[in-house]
């Protein structure tokens, strides 16, 4: 038995002999596992000590009503002989216990409202992000501020392997990103959500923010951080089957780190940018198609190339993948109506789609012995 | 009190006599309405054991971190058919079913108003059960959307979603027509002397859901109707690309998702305003700010529905006045505790099995109800919107809320339905068991959600491992209870104590005071004078 079961027994018993205190103890614990996470931004602080004061409001009700009850349980039952009253109305009573709960809730719609504007607004930031969900990862384009330009897509960077169990999970499993978002301590940051499939949504408990992204609209929220860290979460709207595979991790640095890290990108940015007009070989072609093919496609059609069918089609022996090729590429440029088949047109280059479409119709059973050049996708965009 | 237990020899004579058919015929044909209850209620306990199979597999995949048993696909396809099946399903049947069975005979009229369109509303249900199911078995499975089918994932969805909309619409219409029984029921079949401020609160209450659901099941209809030509008929109701607004399915959703809310636990607030006077021996306290605290709950029920989205970026006076407007149930709600409460107060108590259910109610419903308020706060629901604090906040409401009570009406009026006792023992045991896991599966949920775990997801991060756990086995142990309450209601039909005409001393509507137990088959052919 792991050293976890034997702690979930003990915590099964502690939970049963104390759920009440439990619940008084949520407002006040800071362990993480019990409450909102450690807050790095004001807002977030703001929203731990509403929270706090609601929380207390609410166990000295709860325990107030509850034990008025208990008393009428243990004092007015009918085996000690307790004899029924008759009364069934007063009015000045029932006018104090709606009067009452009316004025506490003002006592807490008051404070609330406060951070409600301040989480709204989105005025005077320092620099803007852009974050587009896409079905399974996250886009991030700086499009405002300092390291204006940069652009690149984030997605779980936890083995497959460990979520299926073949391998010991790592500290952040499900936590993890290829590429974290990075930005400066003390700086606000506006970002603007949207998605390119279904709807989203991008939040973070360190910086008590969440927004939906929604296809075809933006929205924005904002956030400043106050800590230098690493912040972690996960989209919170279902967004189909990977739904849970889809982390946002966000690193706060220093001022000067940023500067660093945004020339970091830059530079990384000039030496990975392919030329569309360049002639690859098929090897290499294939070579690059795997990788593309591994971290955009493998989730539903698999690494087989078997698919997860009906809903996920396979690739191997497909009319697709067999059939003409403009329509092929065509189907990856802009997906498939009505599908979970995305449109990636606008997440991978001319050279990456090139190269993912020769892999697949050269891979498996697919032995097409064609090799699509970047001019090609070029030509077929609209 | 006047053509009283009198009837009751004679009546006993014509009691089994049912005219018509026998036996499968009996039930497929009926037009009785205590026939017609006892087919909701069986489809309804149906129902929720196959929506409790459904939730097992959840819990039983998010035992441990990894996926073990079933694929992200699967898993979703199961949230959204638990969630499906339990609403449509399992909770607003059992609460139809009572409504069938006691409407007539608490105010003393013979029977539902259109008796053939109560059979035809019972009728459509199995049907609707069955494309629910079936869409298991469809090219793509059953919808992985969530029970809300959020637009635009709907799009991307197998035939399954076809199906499970054709369900909702059959659903919808069996609950209208439904709804349109009891309203004219109530108002037009009172005994002489039973005004509307003299029926017991449960009519009231369902009175009230009655309206809601005439006024909320076509928005429902309408919301995947607008689903339905967007996937196959080329409109853009929910797409920006043609010109329409995904964000715009959430506010047709919730405009009828709010009152949802409120169709399922109003007609459990009905129920529990029977039992606590019944077994405080003392009038329910304040009877008519009862019926007002109903009636203003339902009315603002129908001005909150946005408190559901508050991370779709609404201006900051959306977030205020949905947060202001969903604060304010909270007084009603409060009204109605303290009255259960004064009821209580200096009563003559006992605590036989729907009395613990009633008072598990009060407990459970009153932490549901905070958790609502925490959630109804715009600033903190930001952190808490879609993570599992969401989920064990609605359980509360909808399990300890709407669920217990069904158990404490089953068990209050099933001497009165069957004539037989249950075997108290046992039912006090199936509360306490009942109580237990419930609260082991969804107490610790409320950790989960405040540290950031989100809903629908078929695997989690490490930290979230403990509650998960505790979580899952409280969820078998409740799941295993509910056998139990089989085998109790199997054995008291089948081998009960023979039940008094009033079996409980407090209890004092027309059922109990002019109708011998189990209630003759045809009850109130003359009706009673109500003084």
């Known amino acids: ?382 | 009190m006047s053509a009283v237990l009198d009837d009751h020899g004679h009546d006993h004579g014509h009691d089994d006599h049912h005219h018509g058919y026998s036996g499968i015929m009996r039930w497929i044909t009926t037009t009785n309405h205590k026939d017609i209850g006892t087919l909701y209620l069986w489809f309804s306990f149906t129902m929720f054991m196959v929506g409790g199979v459904m939730a097992l597999v959840i819990r039983a995949e998010l035992f441990t971190p990894g996926l073990q048993i079933v694929n992200p696909d699967f898993f979703n396809q199961m949230t959204t058919m638990h969630g499906l099946i339990m609403v449509f399903g399992a909770i607003m049947p059992a609460f139809v079913g009572f409504a069938n069975w006691l409407i007539p005979m608490q105010i003393g009229a013979p029977d539902m108003a259109f008796a053939r369109m109560n059979n035809w509303s019972f009728w459509l249900l199995p049907f609707a059960g069955a494309l629910l199911i079936i869409s298991f078995f469809m090219p793509g499975g059953a919808p992985g959307v969530g029970w809300t089918m959020y637009a635009p994932l709907t799009v991307q969805m197998g035939i399954g979603m076809d199906f499970t909309i054709f369900a909702i619409h059959i659903l919808g219409m069996s609950s209208i027509m439904g709804s349109i029984n009891i309203v004219t029921t109530v108002l037009n079949m009172r005994a002489p002397g039973m005004t509307l401020m003299k029926m017991p609160l449960f009519c009231w209450t369902w009175l009230i859901t009655a309206y809601l659901l005439i006024a909320s099941m076509p928005v429902l209809a309408g919301a995947v109707t607008m689903t339905l030509t967007d996937r196959h008929f080329g409109t853009s109701f929910f797409n920006a690309a043609g010109g329409g607004d995904p964000v715009l399915y959430q506010h047709i959703f919730w405009f009828f998702g709010h009152p949802e809310v409120y169709i399922i636990i109003l007609p459990a607030f009905g129920v529990i305003s029977q039992i606590i006077p019944a077994f405080s021996r003392k009038p329910l306290f304040g009877y008519a700010s009862m019926v007002y605290a109903t009636a203003s709950i339902a009315i603002l029920s129908f001005i909150v529905w946005a408190h559901h989205m508050y991370t779709v970026g609404m201006p900051v006076t959306g977030q205020l006045f949905f947060m202001y407007a969903t604060t304010l149930i909270a007084v009603p709600t409060a009204a109605k505790m303290f009255n259960w409460l004064a009821t209580m107060w200096r009563g003559s108590l006992t605590f036989e099995t729907p009395m613990l259910f009633a008072l598990g109610f009060l407990f459970l419903f009153a932490i549901g109800g905070f958790s609502g308020l925490v959630l109804a706060l715009a600033a903190v629901d930001i952190q808490l919107q879609d993570t599992y604090y969401v989920v064990a906040h609605f359980h509360y409401v909808m399990v300890a809320g709407a669920l217990f009570t069904a158990f404490a009406g089953i068990y209050f009026w099933l001497p009165k339905w069957t004539g037989r006792m249950y075997n108290e023992t046992l039912g006090k045991v199936h509360f306490w068991l009942s109580m237990i896991f419930f609260n082991m599966i969804f107490f610790v949920q409320h950790f989960l959600g405040l540290a950031g775990m989100p809903r629908r997801i078929p695997d989690y991060p490490l930290q979230f491992e403990t509650w998960n756990k505790i979580s899952s086995i409280g969820a078998f142990g409740f799941g295993l209870s509910q056998l139990l309450f089989l085998y109790i209601v199997v054995k008291a039909i089948t081998s009960g104590e023979k039940a008094a005409d009033k079996q409980w001393e407090g209890a004092d509507s027309l059922e109990w005071t002019h109708l011998p137990s189990p209630a003759p088959y045809h009850s109130f052919e003359t009706p009673p004078v109500v003084k």
């Open chain 1, 1 to 382: 038995m792991s050293m976890q079961q034997v702690s979930a027994r003990k915590m099964g018993r502690w939970a049963l002999a104390a759920g009440l205190l439990a619940l008084a103890a949520a407002g006040s614990a800071h362990a993480l596992e019990w409450n909102l996470q450690p807050a790095a931004t004001k807002i977030a602080e703001d929203i731990h000590s509403l929270h706090e004061y609601v929380m207390a409001l609410i166990v000295v009700i709860f325990f107030g009503v509850f034990g008025v009850m208990f008393y009428s349980i243990f004092a007015h039952r009918k085996s000690n002989g307790h004899k029924a009253a008759n009364f069934h109305e007063n009015t000045t009573v029932e006018i104090v216990w709606t009067v009452i709960p009316l004025l506490i809730l003002i006592g807490i719609a008051w404070p609330v409202t406060k951070t409600v504007i301040a989480q709204k607004d989105t005025s005077n930031s320092d620099m803007t992000i852009k974050v587009t969900g896409y079905q399974w990862k996250w886009g991030y384009d700086y499009i405002k501020g300092e390291g204006e330009g940069i652009s690149f897509v984030s997605q779980l960077a936890t083995p497959r392997d460990q979520i299926e169990g073949r391998a010991a999970k790592g500290e952040h499993y499900l936590l993890e990103v290829d590429n974290e978002v990075v930005v400066p301590v003390g700086k606000k940051v506006r970002i603007l959500t949207t998605a390119a499939d279904v709807i989203h949504s991008w939040g973070l408990n360190a910086f008590g923010v969440k927004q939906d992204a929604i296809p075809g609209f933006v929205r924005d929220t904002h956030f400043t951080a106050t800590k230098i860290g690493t912040y972690r979460g996960q989209c919170v709207e279902l967004c189909g089957k990977e739904h849970g595979f889809m982390p946002i991790v966000v690193r706060v640095v220093s001022a000067e780190d940023y500067t660093k890290w945004v020339d970091g990108e830059k530079k990384k940015m000039a030496a990975l940018a392919d030329d569309p007009t360049k002639t690859y070989t098929l090897d290499e072609l294939k070579a690059r198609g795997e990788k593309t093919y591994t971290a955009n496609c493998v989730a539903c059609h698999q690494a087989t190339g078997k698919g997860m069918p009906p809903a996920f089609p396979p690739l191997d022996g497909s009319k697709i993948a067999l059939g003409p090729k403009d329509a092929h590429i065509l189907q990856v440029l802009n997906g498939k109506a009505g599908t979970a088949m995305a449109a990636f047109g606008k997440q991978l280059n001319d050279t990456e789609i090139a190269a993912v479409v020769t892999y697949e119709r050269n891979s498996w059973g697919n032995k097409t012995g064609e090799a699509i050049q970047p001019a090609e996708v070029k030509a077929l965009r609209k």
